[in-house]
């Protein structure tokens, strides 16, 4: 039986290296060679065992490029040795949330790297209709960051971001990185971001954003500043905090929209003024995940240097080194990315 190295995450904290067998190819899959995997925010809850705990031992990972090593007896439209990145969102594709591209709500529903083994090995497999060919032309480093651009990408169709459009992000780590980066995609002004890390503001700066508030007790202030006193037209949270979500409420203009996109506890709630909402006619919508089309986009947009990728892909490590990856990524806040180096 062939094998290949992979990280098998067995509890909070200890990643196993462990040789273990190539998965098997169905008639309808794909076999992917996995070249770089970065870290997402995602793996980094389920390392701490704040997510998924009950899922383990598993291998995750899922922002991830490589090449197709071997594709399913039906399998047409793609040939082994395409360079490629992949959805990893895997629904049924014929219920009614699949069909409206709401794949997350699929009864059946599961993900590469979360609900199945991924990308922290040197083989993953995936259905073949998911493989997204790219473009030798583009480094790897930088494919791999097409899932985490779809999330954005979506997220900003599910806000309906456009130009002129004033908004808040409130969180500078990767993420808010790249909403800030596509909020001036789209054209929004002025982009205003808040996060307590220094660092990581002036990294916002440099993406794009027209302010950066390190300081909590100032923001409600420089919000009101630049947007004439009215508040902003969006506030995006992307860290997962029911007090930064309270306060979102807070930062928008009347008719304003807050944008739920940070992941919190399954029991986190945040009190809403109901009154308020109906009368200056607030709005607000969750998003978490791009798939189908976003996927796509995000690709496009990467191919074509729309995002500034630097912070994102100079911090790498070995695979022999994920355990040691995970544990000082807190100690690296002008990473905004690290990703592992598979083949």
């Not at 990643?15 to 980094?44: N, Y």
């Not at 389920?46 to 995750?60: E, I, K, Q, S």
């Not at 506030?235 to 996109?261: D, Q, T, W």
């Not at 709630?269 to 969750?286: A, H, Q, W």
């Amino acid at each position: 039986m062939a094998t290949m190295r992979a990280a098998v995450l067995t509890a909070p904290h200890r990643f196993d290296l462990r040789e273990v067998a190539i998965p098997e190819v169905g008639p309808d899959d794909a076999l992917i060679r996995v070249s770089r995997t970065g870290i997402c925010g995602t793996d980094i809850h389920m390392f701490n065992g704040h997510y998924a705990a009950d899922r383990l031992p598993l291998v995750p990972g899922h922002e991830f490029a490589g090449t197709v090593a071997a594709t399913g007896e039906r399998v047409k439209h793609i040939k082994p040795g395409t360079t490629c990145v992949a959805d990893i969102n895997i629904g049924c594709g014929q219920c009614y949330w699949c069909r409206r591209n709401e794949i997350l709500n699929c009864p059946s529903m599961t993900q590469v790297g979360i609900g199945r083994d991924g990308a922290f090995a040197e083989y993953v497999c995936v259905p073949a209709r998911l493989v997204i060919p790219a473009s030798d032309d583009v480094p790897v480093q930088v494919l791999a960051l097409t899932e985490p651009v779809s999330c954005v990408v979506r997220a900003a169709r599910k806000a309906h971001a456009s130009f002129g459009q004033s908004v808040v992000v409130l969180g500078a780590g990767p993420i808010g990185n790249l909403h800030v980066q596509m909020m001036r995609l789209c054209g929004a002004a002025p982009i205003i971001v808040a996060d307590l890390s220094e660092d990581r503001c002036r990294l916002a700066l440099q993406a794009g954003a027209d302010a950066a508030v390190a300081d909590p007790a100032q923001l409600k202030a420089e919000v009101l500043k630049r947007t004439g006193g009215r508040g902003a037209d969006l506030v995006i949270e992307s860290v997962g905090s029911p007090r930064l979500y309270a306060l979102a409420f807070e930062l928008i203009r009347k008719g304003g929209h807050v944008a739920f996109f940070g992941l919190t506890g399954p029991n986190d709630t945040v009190p809403v003024d109901i009154l308020r909402t109906i009368i200056e006619e607030n709005s607000l919508k969750g998003s978490v995940a791009g798939m189908g089309e976003d996927m796509h986009d995000a690709l496009t947009l990467l191919s074509h240097g729309r995002f500034r990728t630097e912070a994102f892909t100079r911090a790498t490590f070995p695979l022999d080194d994920i355990q040691r990856a995970f544990e000082t990524l807190a100690e690296r806040p002008q990473d905004l990315k690290t990703q592992i180096i598979l083949n």
